[in-house]
């Protein structure tokens, strides 16, 4: 009996976007906000180039994508991409979403790390959190983009939203889907605490991005 209430209650289709018209809709404004460099990105056009941990990880992540509604639907619809800077993880994701939107009419909401931050700060001055947590845990996929500071350290209030966000989500069996600079998955607990990750990951795809970056330092 729970696991029939469990399957129609988190049957993604069930509030899935019909129209293609709305997809292509749906699709664009997440390209605006994303930014025109990201427009193309498809797993196609994802430079492998014969490397066998990048196919490796194009693979499973392919994988990922036309088993989509399965695994939302199973609670394992979670997709972390850790690696250093520069190796296409953001490349990878946005391939996901938008297969996510197009493909499937699945409803996903992309945010930038940092701005997500500011959002958190300015929650706690205005009294605002319960409404960001709230605003943040009802997207069927919400994705982050990076959510560790340049500084390499969250401060304890920016942990404590996060948490709470990941947390609902989690009990919501919502898909949460991050990119994230770090070269370890220690690092990545370390980072965003171990309550945090170990519900990240639970049931989750997760993808270590290790190859050499694309974009070379100045001078390279």
């Given at each position: 009996m729970v696991n029939d209430f469990q399957s129609r209650r988190h049957n993604p289709y069930t509030h899935r976007v019909e129209d293609p018209r709305e997809r292509f809709a749906m699709l664009t404004r997440l390209i605006e906000e994303r930014g025109v460099r990201y427009a193309h990105c498809d797993l196609d056009n994802f430079a492998v180039d014969g490397d066998e941990e990048r196919g490796n990880v194009v693979a499973r992540l392919t994988d990922f994508i036309d088993n989509m509604p399965e695994r939302l639907t199973t609670a394992k619809g979670g997709l972390i991409l850790l690696g250093p800077w520069g190796t296409g993880k953001d490349h990878l994701i946005m391939s996901a979403?938008?297969?996510?939107?197009?493909?499937?009419?699945?409803?996903?909401?992309?945010?930038?790390g940092l701005e997500m931050l500011a959002d958190v700060k300015a929650a706690i001055?205005?009294?605002?959190?319960?409404?960001?947590?709230?605003q943040l845990s009802q997207s069927q996929?919400?994705?982050?983009?990076?959510?560790?500071?340049?500084?390499?350290?969250?401060?304890?209030?920016?942990?404590?939203?996060?948490?709470?966000?990941?947390?609902?989500r989690y009990s919501a069996m919502r898909a949460t889907w991050i990119t994230t600079n770090v070269q370890t998955a220690d690092d990545a607990a370390r980072l965003l605490s171990g309550p945090v990750l170990s519900r990240l990951v639970h049931g989750a795809l997760?993808?270590?991005?290790?190859?050499?970056?694309?974009?070379?330092?100045?001078?390279?």
């Amino acid at each position: 009996m729970v696991n029939d209430f469990q399957s129609r209650r988190h049957n993604p289709y069930t509030h899935r976007v019909e129209d293609p018209r709305e997809r292509f809709a749906m699709l664009t404004r997440l390209i605006e906000e994303r930014g025109v460099r990201y427009a193309h990105c498809d797993l196609d056009n994802f430079a492998v180039d014969g490397d066998e941990e990048r196919g490796n990880v194009v693979a499973r992540l392919t994988d990922f994508i036309d088993n989509m509604p399965e695994r939302l639907t199973t609670a394992k619809g979670g997709l972390i991409l850790l690696g250093p800077w520069g190796t296409g993880k953001d490349h990878l994701i946005m391939s996901a979403m938008k297969a996510a939107i197009l493909r499937y009419g699945f409803r996903v909401r992309w945010v930038d790390g940092l701005e997500m931050l500011a959002d958190v700060k300015a929650a706690i001055e205005t009294h605002s959190t319960t409404t960001l947590v709230d605003q943040l845990s009802q997207s069927q996929i919400l994705v982050i983009s990076d959510p560790v500071p340049p500084r390499d350290e969250l401060k304890p209030y920016e942990l404590s939203i996060i948490r709470r966000i990941v947390e609902k989500r989690y009990s919501a069996m919502r898909a949460t889907w991050i990119t994230t600079n770090v070269q370890t998955a220690d690092d990545a607990a370390r980072l965003l605490s171990g309550p945090v990750l170990s519900r990240l990951v639970h049931g989750a795809l997760e993808l270590f991005c290790g190859w050499e970056s694309h974009r070379r330092p100045f001078g390279h």
